[in-house]
């Protein structure tokens, strides 16, 4: 079951998926090879929540062949997807929507679902983010 929260969990996040839509409907995501672009669909990519979490927020990477993005989620003070040590025209572009954004905007509107452990059982908090930066609008209702 969905829970919106504006706070993250005490807990840290234990696993990362790709919204359910890209399942559907998967994405390309363009990246740049000297004076090529090579195409690959973005379930090609891994995602994962880096083991080392910092309190407040959630630090996860996409990951393809060698190319890794890392970045960090936060609720608080102000809902953020910052990429971590790297600069979002850096990135990589995904084709959403007929138009070409950056993989840091195309996770604002398809944010991700993290985990999170409980006690007795593994219970997913799907975090609702929508981006006041998104172009396209995006709601969820699970």
């Known amino acids: 079951m969905a829970v919106r929260i504006n706070t993250l969990p005490d807990k840290k996040a234990i696993g990362v998926d790709w919204d359910g839509d890209v399942y559907i409907n998967p994405p390309l995501m363009l990246l740049p090879v000297g004076e090529t672009v ?6 090609d990519a891994d995602i ?6 910092a309190a407040g ?4 990477s996409i990951n393809h062949n060698r190319d890794e993005w890392p970045f960090e989620f936060a609720l608080t003070p102000t809902v953020s997807m910052t990429p971590s040590g790297w600069e ?17 905007e195309f996770l604002a509107v398809s944010l991700p679902t993290f985990y999170f452990s409980d006690i007795f059982h593994l219970s997913p908090v799907i975090i609702i983010w929508l981006s006041q930066r998104a172009r396209y609008s995006s709601i969820r209702i699970e």
């Open 57 to 60: 927020s959630i630090q996860f």
């Open 38 to 43: 090579h195409e690959v669909s973005l379930l």
């Open 48 to 53: 994962k929540v880096e083991r080392i979490q």
């Open 88 to 104: 979002e025209e850096d990135g990589p572009t995904v084709q959403w929507e007929e138009d070409d954004i950056s993989l840091v």
